[in-house]
């Protein structure tokens, strides 16, 4: 069982940074894959990055070279270090974790694979 809380949304101009953490309570934290998911309004969810348990990232094309994902084992919380914000990455921003994602390359980015969700915290970039 895990409970995820995430933190670090708010509101930004174009061009901007924000970090993005989510904090994990439960014991199978270490042994999870761990992913950042968004939504923005009227849209689906798409998943933006996913670490391993050894570290091993995918990211989505749209945040490659921008975006990064990673995990502290020791404080049970995973980061999004988010640069160059763009318009278009204004969403609803979710952590999630899988204990048993069979393949990070074919299910990392894919939601339905995921069963712990945190609540979400807003990311709203504007010119």
């Known amino acids: 069982q895990l409970q995820l809380v995430e933190s670090g949304g708010g509101s930004v101009q174009a061009g901007g940074s924000l970090r993005l953490s989510c904090a994990a309570s439960g014991t199978t934290f270490t042994t999870s894959f761990l992913a950042w998911f968004r939504q923005a309004p009227g849209q689906k969810r798409e998943g933006v990055a996913v670490?391993?348990?050894?570290?091993?990232?995918k990211y989505a094309d749209s945040v490659k070279d921008r975006f990064t994902i990673s995990r502290d084992n020791a404080d049970n919380t995973v980061y999004l270090e988010m640069n160059s914000l763009k318009l278009e990455d204004t969403a609803l921003y979710y952590c999630a974790a899988e204990p048993l994602l069979p393949d990070l390359w074919r299910y990392g980015l894919d939601d339905t694979h995921y069963t712990y969700w945190g609540q979400g915290t807003q990311v709203t970039v504007s010119s």
């Open positions: 670490i391993g348990r050894a570290g091993l990232t």
